[in-house]
């Protein structure tokens, strides 16, 4: 069975703190990709990143970066120097190999930067 | 280039009554995702289709169902609405088959009264 978990439910930062939201997968799939979603207020699901098993390179996007680590089956993100506009709730997902068009996603963290 | 649209944005429907919510993909894309995001149980996947057809659905049941036009816009029903239907509704369009991203649109919120 395939799971994602986002153990960290909220998360209230000052502005220009770094945060960190954790993601922790399991599969039995060899191959799958994991992503990242942003949901504000307005509902809907904006996507950041997609990343191959096979890809375990970190990437920094301005001021978002993820960390890919297969042995402990992770892929967390970090946002450096919050801002108030990055409050929202922020989605991990995975889907297997097998072309089900299915994302399984994690319950989400919703984040708080206050000014 | 739109993104993907959805409407309705509201819809408040009587239980058992029927309610169709409406998807339009990015233009060029030829999959929709449909997704429910009910309140404490996150997001779970309802359907997909593709090239007009139903290539996948997650564990709801049959009175959830939609169909793909050949403009590959797509509808999603629910019949014999209850209560606990009353959740975002999202649609995505995926940039290719399977385990491509997928773009989301804003959603449809339908209460259940």
């Known amino acids: 069975a395939q799971k994602v978990t986002q153990a960290q439910t909220e998360i209230s930062v000052v502005e220009k703190e770094d945060v960190t939201l954790d993601c922790v997968y399991e599969?039995?799939?060899?191959?799958?990709?994991l992503f990242w979603y942003k949901q504000p207020p307005s509902g809907e699901l904006v996507f950041l990143i997609r990343?191959?098993?096979?890809?375990?390179q970190n990437e920094i996007s301005g001021r978002y970066s993820w960390n890919f680590q297969k042995s402990t089956s992770s892929f967390n993100f970090t946002i450096t120097a919050s801002q108030v506009v990055d409050s929202a709730v922020y989605f991990c997902?995975?889907?297997?190999?097998?072309?089900?068009?299915?994302?399984?996603f994690g319950q989400g963290t919703t984040l708080q930067v206050k000014p | 280039e739109a993104g993907v649209t959805q409407s309705p944005t509201h819809l408040i429907k009587t239980r058992g009554q029927q309610a169709t919510l409406r998807c339009s993909p990015i233009?060029?894309?030829?999959?929709v995702y449909w997704y429910q995001q009910a309140l404490g149980l996150g997001l779970q996947f309802l359907l997909w289709?593709?090239?007009?057809?139903?290539?996948n659905r997650g564990n709801f049941p049959p009175r959830f169902s939609g169909r793909q036009f050949p403009n590959y816009s797509s509808e999603l029903n629910v019949n014999a609405l209850e209560l606990e239907d009353s959740a975002l509704y999202l649609c995505?369009?995926?940039?290719?088959?399977?385990?491509?991203?997928?773009?989301f649109g804003q959603g449809t919120r339908l209460t259940v009264v």
């Open positions: 997902a995975l889907t297997g190999s097998g072309n089900t068009g299915k994302l399984i």
């Open positions: 599969t039995r799939d060899t191959t799958y990709y």
């Open positions: 990343r191959n098993s096979f890809d375990e």
């Open positions: 233009s060029g894309h030829t999959s």
């Open positions: 289709y593709d090239e007009g057809e139903e290539r």
């Open positions: 995505a369009s995926p940039r290719g088959r399977g385990r491509t991203e997928a773009f």
